[in-house]
């Protein structure tokens, strides 16, 4: 947890209606604990075969995604934004950025469309986080709750604590 500056909330938005409950809740947290939001959308360049034409200017670069993610977070949040929300489009794996993300934050929110506590399994995105992330991780699930679920560790401990929702 940083020290001297507001508490910072990290969401995952995929667009995923389970995303879309995390980025609520995280949104709700916030006004809670006075913490700032930063909204991540991840997004992979589509694999193309090498003599594919290339990609037109309205397939290439963040400039699509980020009107997404802006379009989402009006949906969901319309104009009841938390104050110090902050956006950012990443070019990668949603594993990846979430996990390094994490590193400045005090919690990390993601979304779940399977609910573990009901013997379903969580997708690679949630595992890779809650193994590897490097801040307290709440998972929503799909009925909007938070829930805890932490994934085989072949014996290792995992390096954060899980946080559920209240």
Not at 49 to 69: F, I, M
Request: glycine letters at 10%; charged letters at 20%.
């Amino acid at each position: 947890m940083q020290t001297g500056t507001r508490p910072t909330i990290v969401v995952g938005v995929s667009g995923s209606r389970a995303s879309e409950e995390a980025l609520r809740w995280a949104a709700d947290e916030a006004r809670r604990r006075d913490a700032d939001v930063r909204a991540v959308l991840c997004w992979s360049a589509e694999s193309r075969a090498y003599y594919a034409p290339p990609h037109g200017p309205q397939e290439n670069g963040s400039h699509e995604h980020a009107r997404r993610l802006a379009a989402t977070l009006r949906e969901i949040l319309g104009g009841d934004e938390p104050p110090g929300l902050t956006t950012e489009v990443v070019e990668g794996t949603a594993e990846r950025a979430l996990i390094a993300r994490s590193a400045g934050a005090d919690l990390l929110v993601l979304g779940s469309t399977s609910s573990a506590l009901a013997g379903g399994a969580v997708g690679p995105v949630v595992r890779a986080c809650l193994y590897r992330a490097h801040c307290p991780v709440v998972v929503i699930g799909p009925s909007g709750d938070g829930h805890q679920d932490l994934p085989s560790h072949r014996g290792r401990q995992p390096h954060q604590r899980l946080a559920t929702a209240s």
